[in-house]
């Protein structure tokens, strides 16, 4: 089992570029979680997603950042036109029925935008 | 809102020293606590949890006691190793969500040998 797989682990832009950022779940399970953590800063949730939709979106901002789970594949976070702002690391943590207690992340994808 | 206080670091200690990384929390109700750690190129790995008052949860060593009349979940371990070097997060779940957590900054741990 390899666990929660994401990459690339570092992925460098330049402003107005976009980044895609994936998340391969651990085998079997099918609920995936997007957080954010900015330089000197804890983790802050982004999304909840389950295979091909959007459970929870309340910590996306409203403009440039999408998710998806489609049914094939992995998840993929997508920053369209990035700012300085984006630099960040994003974690990514998969469960097989939802629930804080049963969270296995990723090692994270570290994006910097210069 | 909720929130989560870490003592900064970076924390140094030599091996079999005594560790205490303090966590203390600000929640309305009775979250649940955990202690994460990720090791140098790792993802986070939960390392412990309580989910009640006066609950101690422990592994690998490591414990911490939910201690409602202090908000706080400090972690410790009696005797540290170069392995346990890391970087260990606090965190809270949220109540309006079992799924959400709510996490410290971060403490960065080094053990020399």
């Known amino acids: 089992n390899a666990g929660v797989m994401q990459n690339p682990r570092h992925l460098v832009r330049r402003r107005g570029q976009e980044a895609r950022l994936r998340c391969s779940p651990m085998?079997?399970?099918?609920?995936v979680y997007w957080y954010r953590q900015l330089p000197e800063e804890g983790l802050k949730f982004m999304v909840y997603l389950q295979k091909e939709n959007i459970i929870d979106e309340s910590g996306m901002p409203k403009e440039r950042f999408s998710a998806e789970f489609p049914k094939e594949g992995p998840s993929i976070l997508r920053i369209q036109q990035v700012v300085r702002g984006d630099s960040a690391a994003y974690f990514c943590a998969s469960s097989p029925t939802a629930g804080a207690n049963v969270l296995t992340f990723g090692a994270g994808s570290r994006l910097t935008v210069l | 809102g909720d929130s989560v206080t870490q003592m900064e670091g970076p924390v140094t200690l030599s091996e079999e020293a005594f560790l205490t990384i303090n966590c203390t929390y600000t929640?309305?109700?009775?979250?649940?606590l955990f202690w994460y750690v990720q090791y140098p190129g790792e993802g986070l790995q939960l390392l412990l949890k309580a989910t009640k008052a006066d609950d101690k949860g422990s592994n690998k060593g490591f414990e911490a006691t939910y201690r409602k009349e202090t908000t706080s979940f400090h972690l410790e371990k009696g005797s540290v190793q170069v392995s346990d070097s890391a970087v260990y997060f606090c965190?809270?779940?949220?109540?309006?969500?079992?799924?959400?957590?709510?996490w410290g900054a971060g403490t960065k741990l080094i053990i020399k040998p």
């Open positions: 085998k079997g399970h099918s609920h």
């Open positions: 965190a809270l779940s949220d109540r309006n969500s079992n799924y959400q957590l709510i």
């Open positions: 929640a309305t109700g009775y979250p649940s």
